[in-house]
């Protein structure tokens, strides 16, 4: 019991809403392309690159994203759209950059589209999975 209440209170937790190839996983410094959609747990958008219809490019593993997406989207296959539930010590904390809430824990819409130059299949849908 302890051990589920601590993994609530702290770090990234991962749904899997569609499955991935199962085979081709990020590692530490892979360039990824993603689609996400960021929201507090009352259901409030604070951002999406979806509305934005702009994927976002990054490097996985070297600190460059939250902790909850260094880790949670390392356990993404490519293809995969997952929804990752993240604590505020693994998001922006109490100092997070100009409009985002402090302490606040977030839910991301993830969509692995590529690694490196490997891109995924297209599922055809293109839409956004938000609980």
Known sequence: ???????????????QIAPG???TFPKA???LTMHYVGTYTD?????SSRSR????QFIIGVGAVIKGWDEGVMKM?????AKLT????????????????????MIFD??????????????????CYLS
């Open 1 to 15: 019991f302890f051990f589920y209440l601590l993994r609530l209170v702290m770090g990234v937790e991962k749904e």
């Open 21 to 23: 190839d199962g085979e």
């Open 29 to 31: 410094g892979d360039q």
């Open 43 to 47: 259901g409030t958008v604070f951002d």
């Open 53 to 56: 219809k702009k994927p976002f």
């Open 77 to 81: 296959s490519l293809g995969e759209k």
């Open 86 to 105: 993240i604590s505020s010590d693994y998001a922006y904390g109490s100092s997070p950059p100009a409009g985002v809430r402090p302490d606040a824990e």
């Open 110 to 127: 993830v969509e692995l589209l590529a690694i490196g130059d490997k891109g995924a299949k297209s599922s055809g849908s293109g839409g």
